[in-house]
């Protein structure tokens, strides 16, 4: 049971990653009066830097500023699926607010290695639960509710609170056979729809998609008819948390007579939870170096990269440099797979170096070989009939898919429908929903093995260094402060104009070097900071006028 609410109470939402974007979920929920409230934390996300130019970034977390500062009142950290999406930013962001986490088994089993991988799993007090598992913690009332997903234990939660209760889908669609894991619980959401719900926070992934996601059962069926009409060896790439699309590829290959050999390391640790968890039991696969010395018609390789990730082992086979993998004329590789946004280019890539290899290629264009894990529009339909909540808040997507996904929510008789942003406290009772407030959000960027923000100096330099190119001014001056050597100038990054070579014309450079430092007087010269500085800013202006860049500039001033 939950507490007694008091006359001071208020429950509110706050999305802090997932809102306004597709990825990084980071979202919180609130109870109990104005600067006294207890909170309880759903998913801890990454995105993924793609195609944003950030170089040397492949990570990006959501920033948990306010969750920092609102630590000690942080009661637990719900997890709802693995998606990295959700699960993602865990390791980096968990000593930031510790509190205790809960999730399903097959998600715990996951991040574990997380932790482990940073170094934390010891101190994190996880708390592996069945599915359907309802537990209390200070005045929330937590019910994991299950759904289908493209992942394996996708969870809803049912937030019952003394001022009302919140349906959190998480990812979801409504997949009548899902072929690993029970279907969707219905009677289950219906139940809680009748009890009453005073809102749903909701993945608006495919809104502008009319119909219904489909079935993994309907892809099984195309796996098979496409992978037993291959002649040679057969590559097929999805993504490796879709353990319900492994189980069907194994099979196909299976009733084609072909070998299953799993690459890339997501591949192996995700097949090693599933079977951890008793999934996947039945499935056996061969190791890479033994696969290759199959004949081509008797292997299939299961791949990791899908999205052009170009460290990934799909990358390493186009680009023909993987040790064990080799696919050329005659072979297939199948994409199951969508393609996120923003890795578009990447992909067609990708497919572009296969295909000069003389591979086939076939996507979910081509063939019936990929579905959605979110709903479309009459699974929303479909979902808000059970749940008739009085609040949508339209969750997971770009700010076009949230306003759409308002609309539509209103179009099916939802008396309140908001489309919020990261950031933005929503209170969504007592009283009608509103936005009360906007507490500190944005990004963070894993640089290595630290943590650095979107706006550093850091990434500024990187970002100026591959669009203007770096130089170095060396001088040395004798104790009265004359040029006894340089200035010597070099320079990386800068390209010829007018045919003349940029070695050539660093001389130039070194001229503006000079003309400037002899412009000082002799004790500015002694001055090594305030020279440097100078003779940085006319070598600055110089490169602007030789080369039309204003590249990163280093001047050095020794006295020898």
Not at 123 to 143: A, N, T, Y
Not at 298 to 304: A, E, N, R, S
């Amino acid at each position: 049971m939950t507490k007694t609410k008091n006359k001071t109470d208020e429950l509110v939402f706050l999305p802090l990653g997932g809102s306004n974007e597709i990825g990084m979920n980071l979202n919180a929920y609130g109870f109990g009066p104005e600067g006294d409230k207890k909170w309880i934390v759903v998913d801890v996300g990454v995105t993924f830097a793609g195609e944003e130019g950030i170089p040397g970034v492949d990570l990006i977390l959501p920033d948990p500023e306010f969750l920092e500062t609102n630590k000690d009142d942080i009661l637990a950290i719900v997890l709802t699926h693995a998606h990295e999406d959700h699960i993602g930013a865990m390791g980096w962001l968990w000593p930031r607010f510790p509190a205790p986490v809960y999730a399903t088994p097959f998600t715990a089993h996951l991040l574990r290695d997380k932790l482990r991988e940073r170094g934390i799993e010891r101190k994190v007090p996880l708390h592996e639960v069945p599915l359907k598992h309802r537990f209390q913690i200070g005045p929330f009332d937590i019910e994991y509710v299950t759904l289908t997903h493209s992942i394996a234990e996708p969870n809803g939660l049912a937030i019952h609170t003394p001022l009302g209760t919140v349906m959190h889908t998480g990812d979801w669609k409504i997949d009548i056979d899902p072929l690993i894991g029970e279907q969707t619980d219905s009677a289950r959401i219906r139940q809680i729809g009748d009890d009453g719900v005073l809102a749903m926070v909701c993945d608006s992934t495919n809104v502008f998609s009319e119909g219904e996601a489909g079935s993994e059962a309907g892809v099984r069926d195309g796996l098979f008819e496409a992978i037993a009409e291959q002649k040679g060896k057969v590559a097929v790439a999805c993504f490796a948390s879709n353990v319900a699309r492994i189980l069907s590829t194994v099979e196909a290959a299976t009733a084609a007579g072909r070998s299953v050999s799993l690459i890339g390391r997501s591949m192996l640790r995700i097949t090693g939870a599933a079977k951890a968890v008793g999934l996947l039991q039945d499935a056996t696969f061969i190791e890479p170096e033994m696969a290759r010395h199959l004949p081509d018609d008797k292997v299939l390789y299961l791949c990791t990269g899908s999205q052009g990730e170009p460290r990934a082992a799909l990358a390493r086979i186009a680009e023909g440099s993987h040790p064990f993998v080799t696919l050329g004329r005659g072979d297939t590789c199948l994409f199951s797979s969508r393609e996120i946004p923003g890795n578009e280019r990447a992909i067609l890539e990708l497919q572009n170096k296969l295909a000069m290899r003389g591979v086939n290629i076939i996507t979910g264009k081509d063939r019936h070989i990929h579905v959605s894990g979110h709903p479309c529009r009459d699974e929303l339909r479909a979902m808000y009939e059970m749940v008739r909540p009085q609040i949508a808040i339209p969750t997971h997507g770009e700010q076009r898919h949230l306003m759409e996904h308002a609309k539509f929510a209103l179009s099916l008789q939802v008396p309140e429908a908001l489309a919020v942003k990261n950031g933005d406290m929503i209170r969504l009772a007592p009283g009608p929903a509103a936005v009360i407030d906007e507490v500190p959000n944005g990004r963070l960027l894993v640089d290595g093995d630290a943590i650095i923000a979107s706006d550093s100096e850091t990434i500024r330099d990187r970002i100026r260094l591959s669009e203007h190119g770096y130089v170095m001014v060396s001088i040395a001056i004798d104790a009265k402060g004359r040029i006894k050597a340089g200035p010597d100038v070099r320079a990386r990054g800068l390209s010829e104009r007018n045919g003349s070579p940029a070695e050539g014309r660093l001389e130039q450079l070194a001229d503006a070097a000079e003309e400037a430092f002899n412009r000082l007087k002799p004790d500015q010269r002694m001055d090594e900071e305030a020279a440097e500085g100078f003779v940085m800013r006319a070598v600055r202006k110089a490169c602007d006028r030789i080369f039309g860049k204003r590249p990163i500039v280093d001047v050095v001033v020794m006295t020898i």
